[in-house]
């Protein structure tokens, strides 16, 4: 079966600083890979995707990925952190039967 | 219109109400879907519709019952519930085929209190 796992339940950075934000995968076949971003009381923002192609993808608010087969992993970053950044991030892959299937998220906290 | 629209925001109900959580999305997506979220943990999925058949159901108890009587909206239907069903419901869309059958489009949720 697909799945994802992020073994950091909660990571800390100063602004300013570059932020990563782990994940790695296991998969059958070739990976589709995403992260999803959660704001408090609010549903899932898509971040980025990778699917083919490049392994480092780029997608909103500044943030990027890289696909790293030899690894299995698809770790979530941004060179200066901000403290609106601050949100519940998922790791998610797409399985055999086209469902998105999450990790257990880590929460990312910027501080001033 | 790039949004899914979930109502109500806020749901309390009793063990023994019946009521319905909604979703409606105008962006011509064909498949929604229904996650539970607790709290600090990751969505989980519970239903997909399919170009408005039902194609997935993880194995929800009965007493959640989904309707997608159009395109556009989807459904829960709610009765019976336990307190443990307490969460955060949310409800997304995408494309059912294509680069776009990979990005999931989520409501803000609605929060469900059963007392």
Known sequence: ?112 | DTEVTQTPKHLVMGMTNKKSLKCEQHMGHRAMYWYKQKAKKPPELMFVYSYEKLSINESVPSRFSPECPNSSLLNLHLHALQPEDSALYLCASSQVKGAGANVLTFGAGSRLTVL
């Open chain 1, 1 to 112: 079966a697909q799945s994802v796992a992020q073994p950091e339940d909660q990571v800390n950075v100063a602004e300013g600083n570059p932020l990563t934000v782990k994940c790695t995968y296991s998969v059958s076949g070739n990976p589709y890979l995403f992260w999803y971003v959660q704001y408090p009381n609010r549903g899932l923002q898509f971040l980025l995707k990778y699917i083919t192609g490049d392994n480092l993808v780029k997608g909103s608010y500044g943030f990027e990925a890289e696909f790293n087969k030899s690894q299995t992993s698809f770790h979530l970053k941004k060179p200066s952190a901000l403290v609106s950044d601050s949100a519940l991030y998922f790791c998610a892959v797409r399985d055999g039967n086209n469902d998105m299937r999450f990790g257990a998220g880590t929460r990312l906290t910027v501080k001033p």
